[in-house]
């Protein structure tokens, strides 16, 4: 699986950016997608993550309201649309695959947020976008 992240940029506080993720290689529809991002001097940290039919979504409490994902499985395509932008939202942006959550498999059946949050639960990662923020 090939994961190419784009559309991070400079926006001012308050303001709106989406960032997209288009993947390549396996049946898009049949897997687990999420968003993580890394500020500099610190971890990467979950953001939000979709079910392969996009029926279902888990989202960080701090973009909570703020932030959504969706997907387009026609097109491949993952988004995160972000809104009301903070500098503290100022980071790079990764989206990532968790092929082992699919329709058919246990760990499908148990996809939680608990697992949707975890680097671990992704196999394949895309090479970020930069988004920044300014007050």
């Known amino acids: 699986v090939q994961l190419q992240a784009s559309g991070g940029g400079l926006v001012q506080a308050g303001g709106s950016l989406r960032v997209s993720c288009a993947a390549s290689g396996r049946t898009f529809s049949r897997y687990c997608m999420g968003w993580f991002r890394q500020a500099p001097g610190k971890e990467r940290e979950f953001v939000a993550a979709?079910?392969?039919?996009?029926?279902?979504?888990y989202y960080a409490d701090s973009v909570k309201g703020r932030f959504t994902i969706s997907r387009d499985n026609a097109k491949n395509t993952v988004y995160l649309q972000m809104n009301s932008l903070k500098p503290e939202d100022t980071a790079v942006y990764y989206c990532?695959?968790?092929?082992?959550?699919?329709?058919?498999?246990?760990?499908?059946?148990?996809?939680?947020?608990?697992?949707?949050?975890?680097?671990?639960?992704?196999?394949?990662w895309g090479q970020g976008t930069l988004v920044t923020v300014s007050s």
């Open positions: 979709i079910s392969w039919s996009g029926g279902t979504t």
């Open positions: 990532a695959a968790d092929l082992t959550s699919t329709p058919s498999s246990p760990a499908g059946g148990r996809w939680s947020f608990v697992r949707a949050a975890h680097p671990l639960e992704y196999e394949y």
